[in-house]
Structures are given as structure tokens and as C-alpha cells.
């Protein structure tokens, strides 16, 4: 069964330094999307991609976050400077349309970041 | 934007009793409706989903019905085990340009043996 790879699995960072997960979505799959989940909640959309463009990244931290998808295949988010608030679970996802019509979405396993 | 309310935030069951979680939403033109378990170290994974246009879907175990007068939609799990532990989260479909997937803070689900 395809799967959405995401590296690292753990990160330990110090707060004032970068960060940088990884995403490889399931072949095929033009629309990726990253999301982060605080402990004890539901998982919240930073950034989503169709292809290599950004459509939507409303709700992510420019200040500090960045988001790229260079070939429209794997995808980076990166964290410069992490603050003690980010950290939290990062989880990469990738759709395709399902038989609802609707996009169906695949998790990677993401990737957990804590803040010192 | 859309906001998804669920509820309960934990629920303990004993083996072979049913489990029921509910999730609310505040967007009418919200049309699809996923449910997501996430195993412990694990990402969310989709265990069945439900179009605005059906009122009930049903996979072995597993259902969920949909109300959208009411704006509510829930997860019927029947005969649990206690592999079926685990955080559930609802989510709702907004389709506005690339459609946005909103998740409710997740049901802590634990059945005892």
C-alpha cells in the first residue's frame, strides 16, 4: 500500500534555531498538504499545495514558517526560528480524489518537533 | 470559517458495547464528512467518510449518519475490541477554491478487554 514518507520522525531543537521536515506524498498525488497537531487536538491545516503552487497558507506563520514544493513532488516546511509554541506534532498529507468526489486525504506518520 | 465540535473528548466502553461520537458544524455548504483513526505515534488514517447527499453509510463494524438540517453527524462503532482504541477525529469539507478540511479536537476512544 502507498504511503506518505515524512522525515524526520523526532526532532530536538533548541528555541532561536531552524528546523526543516520532509514529505515525499504518494506518487501521483497533486494536492499535498501540511498540517500541525498540538497534543490533545485535532490536526490544523498550515499550507496546501496543488502541484508546485501554494493555494492556500492562510493560517501559516510567514513570519517564521516557509513552505516550498519545488518539482510538485516532495515538499519542505521549515521552522526559522522555532519558538517554544511550535511544538507539536507536523503531519504531511497527500489527495486524490476518491469515490465521493471528494479529495481523500493519506497521512504520513509525521513528524513530532520539541522546543527547548 | 468552518468550525467542527465534538464530542465526547474521551469515552470508555467495555468489549462488545457500541461507541457513538458526535461532531457538530457550523458551515451549511460543508459536503463531505470524514472520520480519521490515529493510533498512537501513528498519522491519521481514514476509516470511512460520508457525503452531504447520503444520510447513512455503513462499513462492517463501522457507520456514520448525517443530519444536515441539524448540522451533525456521527460515528457508530458496534461490537468494539479493543484494537479499535485509539483518538477518533470528524472533519468537514468547506468546497471554496481548493476546499478546506476542518477537524474536530479528536474523541479518545478506550475499550477494556
Known amino acids: 500500500e502507498a504511503e506518505v514518507a515524512q522525515s524526520p520522525r523526532y526532532k530536538i531543537t533548541e528555541k532561536s534555531q531552524a528546523v526543516a521536515f520532509w514529505c515525499d506524498p504518494i506518487?501521483?498525488?497533486?494536492?499535498l498538504y501540511w498540517y500541525r497537531q498540538i497534543l490533545g487536538q485535532g490536526p490544523e491545516l498550515l499550507v496546501q499545495?496543488?502541484?508546485?503552487?501554494?493555494?492556500?497558507d492562510s493560517q501559516l506563520p510567514k513570519d517564521r514558517f516557509s513552505a516550498e514544493r519545488l518539482k510538485g513532488v516532495d515538499s519542505t516546511l521549515k521552522i526559522q526560528p522555532a519558538e517554544l509554541g511550535d511544538s507539536a506534532m507536523y503531519l504531511c498529507?497527500?489527495?486524490?480524489?476518491?469515490?465521493?468526489?471528494?479529495?481523500?486525504?493519506?497521512f504520513g506518520a509525521g513528524s513530532r518537533l520539541t522546543v527547548l | 470559517g468552518e468550525n467542527v465540535e465534538q464530542h465526547p473528548s474521551t469515552l470508555s466502553v467495555q468489549e462488545g458495547d457500541s461507541a457513538v461520537i458526535k461532531c457538530t458544524y457550523s458551515d451549511s455548504a460543508s459536503n463531505y464528512f470524514p472520520w480519521y483513526k490515529q493510533e498512537l505515534g501513528k498519522g491519521p488514517q481514514l476509516i470511512i467518510d460520508i457525503r452531504s447527499n447520503v444520510g447513512e453509510k455503513k462499513d462492517q463494524r463501522i457507520a456514520v449518519t448525517l443530519n444536515k438540517t441539524a448540522k451533525h453527524f456521527s460515528l457508530h462503532i458496534t461490537e468494539t475490541q479493543p484494537e479499535d482504541s485509539a483518538v477518533y477525529f470528524c472533519?468537514?469539507?468547506?468546497?471554496?477554491?481548493?476546499?478546506?478540511?476542518?477537524f474536530g479536537k479528536g474523541t479518545m476512544l478506550l475499550v477494556s478487554p
Open positions: 506518487s501521483g498525488h497533486a494536492t
Open positions: 472533519a468537514a469539507l468547506t468546497p471554496s477554491g481548493y476546499s478546506t478540511l476542518t
Open positions: 498529507a497527500s489527495g486524490e480524489r476518491g469515490p465521493s468526489g471528494a479529495n481523500v486525504l493519506t
Open positions: 499545495f496543488q502541484d508546485e503552487s501554494v493555494v492556500d
